[in-house]
């Protein structure tokens, strides 16, 4: 089992930044790999970010590629999303997300366990 808790949003103006974090409970936390993703008011959950559990392989949505950075500190069971660059389309509740694989996956339905989510509101 391993327990996810986000937190780091908020309300932030166009152009600016924010860090989302999401603490990972479990000794296990290094044999997974991690994700966000978001959801708009009106629209499916749609993917962000992974990362892979030892952190060497990366997939970013193309509406972020250049903006946002996931990582993850180990020792810490954290894994970080920073976003940069922010807009308004990228006004959101963020998930994180939790896999037992080796490789990141990109899809809502291959994983298994998500945190309760954060609101990120971008003002334009």
């Known amino acids: 089992q391993v327990r996810l808790v986000e937190s780091g949003g908020g309300l932030v103006q166009a152009g600016g930044s924010l860090r989302l974090s999401c603490a990972a409970s479990?000794?296990?936390?290094?044999?997974?790999?991690m994700a966000w993703f978001r959801q708009a008011p009106g629209k499916e959950r749609e993917f962000v970010a992974a990362?892979?559990?030892?952190?060497?392989?990366?997939y970013y949505a193309d509406s972020v590629k250049g903006r946002f950075t996931i990582s993850r500190d180990s020792a810490k069971n954290t894994v970080y999303l920073q976003m940069n660059s922010l807009q308004a389309e990228d006004t959101a509740v963020y998930y994180c997300?939790?896999?037992?694989?080796?490789?990141?996956?990109?899809?809502?339905?291959?994983?298994?366990?998500w945190g309760q989510g954060t609101q990120v509101t971008v003002s334009s």
């Open positions: 479990g000794r296990t936390f290094s044999s997974y790999s």
């Open positions: 990362i892979s559990w030892r952190g060497g392989v990366l």
């Open positions: 997300a939790a896999d037992r694989s080796a490789v990141p996956k990109v899809t809502v339905s291959q994983y298994d366990y």
